[in-house]
């Protein structure tokens, strides 16, 4: 009887601390906000309602260290709770109860932990909208406790339990066991629907019970089976769409219809520099230029496809790309916002660029091939007749001025002709391993006295044992001639002309580099992406052909060369690069 009388006991006091359990597990989510704040005007009202809805006689909210955040009796909140049962299931993180007697009358405690994401000031928690870094980890925020009035269970305890000694006294053992087996029965199909249900509470949304009779319990089991077999066919989980967004390549944004923005993934935070934070809930303006007419285009017409803007980075820089997006609409039909799709361009536009500056260099060589013969010839007439004239005439000749005139206007154009045949893709060059360090000097013998007469200091940082290029000399020496020209003209008083020679290591080869550099006015952004034209100067009249650079263009690039520049007041830098190829295949290669 003693044995039974325990079994009776034991079964009333779980069942009382499942219900309360599921009560508090349904309570946990809306009590996380509370305990990461500590806030107890955020946990007294849903304590307060659990209670009542539970009969409880009280229901709590103790953190980590044992504080009381919130107390349905007011006297008790602030207080540190001692009890090592508190920490032991905080630490376990596994429910529990336990019975006892207060002033007389037996109750339960029912505890509860609590795990969550402590939040970051800045951070986001509108389960809405899907994080674009990963969750943090889970720490224990505390615990929800509830004390249960143990009367109503404990009448029926009393009642169950004189039913039994009356069974037993008329049936004996026999019906003692079949009256256990009966509570089992009755309990069995209970604890398979309180499993299924934290099963589903953790994800599995495909989780079942087995129909264990045709009763209502029965009914019940096929109605929860049907339930969960529902969300798992419409169901997707949270996880599973930020695994697709985060993994996108490209941009990634979702607005709202007043242009603010609500969503991102990792992508746009990548490519922009900014944090989550700093773009959620901000103006499209932020990021797009000219934001206003997208977002009229696209409540007009539902659509855009490929349309041509800038975005801006966290520094301020604008980054081309091509954007496509589509307005979405809720349940009812409801326009709610935007969804924009971004594609990256940057490196289309350089390949443009480069495509254009090809077309053009190719329209000169083509000019140049065409016309260069039918103008050397008559210039050759035009300088041998004024050269033999300039024989012939006696000192002070009145005519000497004149043909010397024509004589130095003749050698300009057949240099300018010269010039011109670079660009040609006829032109064939001789080449030869030489010594870039060799070539630097030798140039700069020609430079020396104009940087000297402009009061312009030269620097020469040239590194020793460089390898050999293979290139033509003439032509390297016209690359470091107009190189350092432009430079001292960029300089017209006094400042430093810098030249330095290294050798680098990059994609997997050996390069000499050439740098030349200068402490001028520096060359204006708009003019920067033009330098290299054909004919474009920006030199008066009559003080330059527009050829300087554009030859140097072309000479690096039959050798093969790379050439960047880089500039802002007061420092231009011109960087040219140099395969290292000495052998005579590598010269087959190069031609």
């Known amino acids: ?43 007294l009202p849903i304590l307060s309602k659990a209670a009542e809805k539970a009969g409880a006689l009280f229901a709590a909210a103790v953190d980590s ?22 920490f032991s299931v905080i630490k376990a993180d596994r429910a529990a109860f336990h019975a006892r007697t207060v002033r007389g009358r037996s109750v339960l405690d029912i505890d509860w932990p609590v795990h969550g994401r402590r939040v970051e000031v800045g951070e986001s928690s509108d389960d809405f909208v899907i994080s674009a870094r990963p969750a943090g980890s889970l720490v224990p925020l505390g615990l929800l406790r509830m004390e249960v009035p143990l009367d109503e269970a404990l009448a029926t305890e009393s009642r169950i339990t004189r039913q039994l000694m009356v069974l037993l006294f008329f049936t004996g053992s026999l019906v003692l066991g079949l009256a256990l087996m009966l509570m089992q029965g009755i309990l069995k199909p209970v604890r398979y629907l309180a499993g299924a249900t934290e099963k589903i509470g953790g994800g599995d949304y495909g989780a079942e019970v087995p129909v264990l009779s045709k009763d209502e319990l029965g009914d019940l089991a096929r109605s929860f089976n049907q339930m969960s077999q529902a969300l798992a066919q419409t169901t997707v989980s949270k996880d599973f769409l930020d695994q697709i967004l985060e993994n996108m390549l490209d941009p990634l944004f979702v607005l709202e219809m007043d242009g603010r923005i609500r969503l991102v993934n990792r992508a746009v935070l990548e490519l922009l520099s900014f944090e989550l934070g700093e773009l959620l809930g901000q103006s499209a303006r932020l990021v797009f230029a000219g934001a206003p007419v997208m977002q009229e285009t696209i409540a007009e017409r539902g659509f855009v496809k490929n349309i041509e803007l800038k975005i801006r980075t966290k520094s301020g820089h604008e980054i081309p790309v091509f954007l496509s997006g589509s307005s ?3 349940k009812s039909g409801r326009l709610v916002g935007m969804i924009l799709v971004a ?23 083509r000019l140049a091939s065409g016309v260069a013969h039918e103008i050397n010839n008559p210039l050759g007439v035009i300088l041998g007749f004024a050269q033999g004239a300039l024989w012939d005439l ?7 001025l004149p043909l010397r005139s024509i004589e130095r206007e003749s050698i300009r154009c057949k240099n ?19 010594d870039l360090n060799q070539a630097i000097e030798s140039a700069f013998s020609l430079v020396s006295a104009q940087a000297r007469l402009g009061h312009v200091q030269v620097m020469k940082l040239l590194s020793p044992d460089l390898p050999h290029i293979l290139a033509n000399q003439n032509q390297i020496q016209q690359v470091i001639i107009n190189l350092a020209n432009n430079a001292l003209d960029a300089m017209s008083q006094e400042g430093t002309l810098t030249v330095q020679t290294r050798l680098l290591q990059d994609e997997g080869r050996a390069w000499v580099v050439l740098s030349v550099a200068d402490t001028g006015a520096g060359i204006p952004p708009e003019v920067l992406p033009r330098i290299f034209e054909p004919f474009f100067t920006t030199k008066p009249v009559g003080q330059g052909t527009g050829l300087g650079l554009g030859l140097v263009h072309e000479i690096v690039k039959k050798h093969s060369g790379r050439i960047d520049v880089q500039s802002c007041p007061g420092h231009t830098e011109f960087c040219v690069k140099f395969p290292v ?11």
């Not at 349905?72 to 049962?85: K, Q, S």
């Not at 190829?581 to 031609?591: F, G, H, P, Q, Y």
């Open 394 to 400: 006696a000192p002070g000749d009145p005519l000497e």
């Open 416 to 434: 300018l002709v010269q010039d011109l045949l670079t660009f040609s893709r006829i032109t064939k060059t001789d080449r030869e391993p030489i």
């Open 1 to 43: 009887m003693l044995i039974a009388k325990r079994v009776v006991h034991t079964i009333i006091l779980e069942e009382v601390a499942r219900r309360s359990w599921s009560q508090l597990q349904d309570l946990e989510p809306q009590s996380l906000m509370g305990f990461e704040l500590s806030k107890e005007a955020r946990l």
């Open 65 to 86: 260290r044992g504080k009381v955040l919130a107390h349905t009796d007011i006297v008790e909140t602030g207080r540190m709770d001692a009890d090592p049962r508190t």
């Open 581 to 591: 190829r000495t052998d005579v295949a590598s010269s087959e290669a190069a031609a």
């Open 328 to 330: 979405f609409k809720d």
């Open 343 to 365: 594609k990256d361009i940057t490196d289309r536009k350089k390949l443009e660029g480069e495509i254009l500056q090809a077309e053009k260099l190719s329209a000169v060589g």
